[in-house]
């Protein structure tokens, strides 16, 4: 009770403590987010009885009101769970359906701010036909409220038909991977794993190639082989974004790999340079081929914000792992050809080779 006392005074006080305080990059709005998360949860769970709980949600539909940027958004979307009770939720659908109606009628096309609070309560209420009901009379297809007709049929057993209704949900500022989620938690809770992994997983996560990526699938599907989940991502990808899986082959110690896709397409030459100093000693054929690559990508102008710097570093440590397996001559030979073809900002690859390479004869 305290708790959940405490996270209504805090909810309450978050768009008086934040309205002069600017949030243009977007930092805040991800911090207030991360804060609802705690706290919506702590109301929806407290034990309060129906007096005390019907006094939380006026004062939380008080604050809601006052919002001017809608930093409570995630608490309308919940709103059905904080009325703690199927009747109590009811009660509020009825008292926000007719301003839903009136937004999305012609006469009178406008933002509700009560919309999602609107389609919760009617979910939480039970009363999933007219959730979908409601979405009919919405102007436009738009995911952030037709989950909740996807949510009402899948309340209603009909697995088959929320599936059809999500992938027909996308508008056009929708975030496709957020509907293709939805989609492959449908197949998987009616045993598809295999459909869901290939028609969803797959091609929702190789749009952002890298280790975070990787791990999010297998977090997902912690069933599979690792490589296996890494070989099918790979083979989606484009041969231009090949590149970006370099840290995951590395971390999956598959090195000959790691540097094949490294060849394919473009990777950050500071990763490749973290890569050829942590593998000098164990691995210098690895830290060799990787210190190369930064080269070379940094030679055709990939990279950010590089300084000649890590072009030095780079070339060092390309020079050492050839002096540790006996391929100093070659490796001089690659590296002032690269210095030939320099198109990097400022010319650093080139500077960097003059300054770590001896004169030639």
């Known amino acids: 009770m305290l708790g959940g006392e405490g996270a209504v005074k805090l909810m309450e006080k978050i768009w008086p403590a934040l309205e002069q305080v600017d949030s243009s990059s977007g930092a805040l709005g991800a911090a207030v987010n991360k804060a609802l998360d705690t706290l919506v949860p702590l109301v929806i769970e407290a034990p309060a009885g129906e007096k005390i709980r019907a006094r939380w949600l ?12 809608d930093y409570l958004a995630p ?22 359906m007719s301003t839903v109606k009136l937004a999305w009628s012609q006469e009178h096309r406008g933002y509700f701010v009560g919309t999602t609070a609107c389609l919760s309560c009617l979910l939480t209420a039970g009363r999933n036909q ?17 989950v909740y007709g996807m949510k009402a049929l899948l309340a209603m057993g009909k697995k088959a038909e929320a599936l059809k209704y999500a992938r027909a949900s996308g508008g056009l500022n929708d975030d496709p991977t957020a509907i293709a989620l939805a989609c492959e938690e449908i197949l998987r809770s009616s045993g598809l794993e295999e459909e869901a992994y290939q028609k969803y997983a797959l091609p929702t996560y190789t749009g952002s190639p890298g280790l975070a990526t990787f791990r999010a699938v297998l977090k997902r599907f912690p069933e599979r082989d690792p490589n296996e989940v890494f070989a099918d991502l790979v083979e989606q990808t484009p041969s231009s974004q090949k ?39 164990d691995r210098p054929d690895f830290a060799l081929g990787a ?34 397996i006996g391929v100093v001559g070659g490796v001089r030979e690659k590296l002032r050809a690269l210095g030939a073809q320099d198109q990097s900002m400022h010319d650093i690859v080139r500077l960097a080779l003059a300054k770590v390479l001896p004169p030639t004869d």
């Open 243 to 281: 590149g970006k899986w370099f840290a995951t082959a590395k971390h999956l110690g598959l090195y000959d790999l790691a540097l094949r896709l490294v060849q394919e397409g473009p990777t950050d030459p500071r990763t490749l340079n973290r890569a050829a100093r942590d593998f000098l000693d």
């Open 58 to 69: 006026e004062r939380l539909w008080q604050a809601i009101q006052e919002d001017g940027v």
């Open 130 to 146: 007219e959730v979908l009901d409601l979405l009919e009379l919405a102007p436009f297809s738009w995911w952030h409220y037709r």
């Open 75 to 96: 608490l309308c979307e919940r709103w059905g769970e904080v009325c703690g009770t199927p009747e109590l939720a009811s009660t509020w659908a009825d008292g926000l």
């Open 291 to 324: 210190a190369l690559a930064s080269l070379t990508w940094m030679a055709q102008g990939y990279g950010y914000d590089l300084t000649q710097s890590d072009a030095e570093f780079a070339a060092s440590h390309a020079l050492n792992a050839a002096g540790k």
